[in-house]
């Protein structure tokens, strides 16, 4: 895969975008291969974690602004439809944890597609920016949904109506990541993160994932009664009774992930 590279490390998946010469900006050839990486890791049961960065100097500065002017180019309608959609889809339904480790700039799209994920650990000189208001777009890739959310109603709508940049530091503070850490250090630690997510229960960590989906659409009692029903499923697993008798062991557990 040439805009998409693909490793495989024991149980844990990593996806670089790669097309650092335009800030890893999207194509349709990185959309497409980035949706298919990510299909991969699904399917791929030795698979049990998934961690996406940028190759250079950026996570992603969103849509390839070139492509979409270029004669023949794809039309907004399907961008959104067949690029972006299918990838946020895919990054909150994998039923595996799913790390950004984002290691530069994060714009329009790219910042939305970092901001799906699971958990989310930035470089100090990495940056956020709903950049589509500057170009008289609105915010796609889940943004309208995601950033409410993180960070509230009224920064959100100021972020997205302005543009404005938004270092990493101050992302951590907002609450809209996980985690800020010394550019030096982003990969160590977030592939340290990512390995150890892969060596949890990640079934459990899978209907976890399920029940914060549902988590906003939901009532406190339909949230109670999902938090049953997928609790009844954790409950059944190997990984459960591995980890319960672990501990009453005293000893170190030795999950599956089933
Ligand atoms: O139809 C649709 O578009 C629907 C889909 C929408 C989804 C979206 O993501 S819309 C938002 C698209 N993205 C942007 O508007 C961001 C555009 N980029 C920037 O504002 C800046 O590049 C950054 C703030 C991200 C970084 O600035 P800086 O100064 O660090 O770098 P630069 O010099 O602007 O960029 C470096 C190179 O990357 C440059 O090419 P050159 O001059 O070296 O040949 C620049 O043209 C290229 N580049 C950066 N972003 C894009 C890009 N090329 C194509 N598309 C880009 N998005």
Request: glycine share 8%; proline share 4%; hydrophobic share 40%.
């Amino acid at each position: 895969m040439g805009t998409i590279k693909y490793q495989k490390e024991g149980s844990l998946a990593t996806i670089t975008l790669n097309r650092p010469d335009v800030l890893n900006s999207f194509n349709r050839e990185m959309a497409m291969e980035f949706q298919k990486a990510l299909d991969s890791a699904s399917t791929d049961p030795e698979v049990r974690a998934v961690m996406i960065t940028g190759e250079g100097r950026a996570f992603s500065a969103g849509q390839d602004l070139a492509e979409v002017t270029a004669e023949n180019g794809p039309e907004i309608d399907s961008i959104v439809r067949e690029h972006y959609n299918p990838v946020i889809s895919r990054i909150r339904e994998i039923e595996k944890p799913v790390i950004a480790a984002v290691n530069g700039v994060a714009a329009g799209a790219g910042a939305n597609i970092a901001l799906a994920c699971d958990v989310v650990i930035a470089a100090e000189n990495a940056s956020f920016i709903q950049a589509f208001s500057k170009i008289g777009l609105i915010p796609d890739s889940g943004g309208t949904y995601t950033l409410p959310r993180l960070v509230g109603w009224g920064k959100a709508s100021a972020l997205m109506m302005l543009g404005d940049k938004i270092g990493a530091t101050e992302a951590e503070s907002l609450g809209m990541i996980y985690k800020v850490v010394p550019d030096n250090d982003l990969m160590e630690v977030s592939k340290k993160i990512s390995v150890t997510l892969s060596e949890m229960p990640t079934r459990g960590l899978a209907l976890t994932k399920q029940a914060l989906n549902r988590s906003s659409g939901n009532d406190l009692h339909q949230q109670l009664d999902l938090e049953e029903k997928l609790q009844n499923e954790a409950g059944s697993t190997h990984d459960y009774n591995e980890g319960v008798s672990a501990f009453l062991a005293k000893r170190k557990p030795e999950f599956k992930g089933c």
